[in-house]
């Protein structure tokens, strides 16, 4: 079993940067793929960044070139930082593992971008 606990989230204004980070338990977490995904008010929730067990990355659209997913394997961590942040990135930001076709969801950790 894969617990992934994220932190990070906050209030900030639009143009701040945050950084949100991702832990992981268990030996597992250097084959894992990590992903960040995000919900806003009334929206379905969308991919935002994913990254490989060997660092291949990948974006949406909406965040290429503002955002950067990264992960440390002695650490067992995954962040993603963001930066030029708008009033439409405010959502729950999710921390996503996928190893072995199972999924790990992490509760989540809200980020508002006030205007």
């Known amino acids: 079993q894969v617990q992934l606990v994220e932190s990070g989230g906050g209030l900030v204004q639009a143009g701040g940067s945050l950084r949100l980070s991702c832990a992981a338990s268990?030996?597992?977490?250097?084959?894992?793929?990590m992903g960040w995904y995000r919900q806003a008010p009334g929206k379905q929730r969308e991919l935002v960044a994913t990254?490989?067990?060997?660092?291949?990355?990948n974006y949406a659209d909406s965040v290429k070139g503002r955002f950067a997913i990264s992960r440390d394997n002695g650490k067992n961590t995954v962040s993603l930082q963001m930066n030029s942040l708008k009033p439409e990135d405010t959502a729950v930001y999710y921390c996503?593992?996928?190893?072995?076709?199972?999924?790990?969801w992490g509760k989540g950790t809200l980020v508002t971008v006030s205007s």
């Open positions: 268990g030996s597992i977490f250097s084959i894992m793929r």
């Open positions: 990254i490989t067990s060997g660092s291949n990355t």
């Open positions: 996503k593992g996928t190893v072995l076709s199972m999924d790990y």
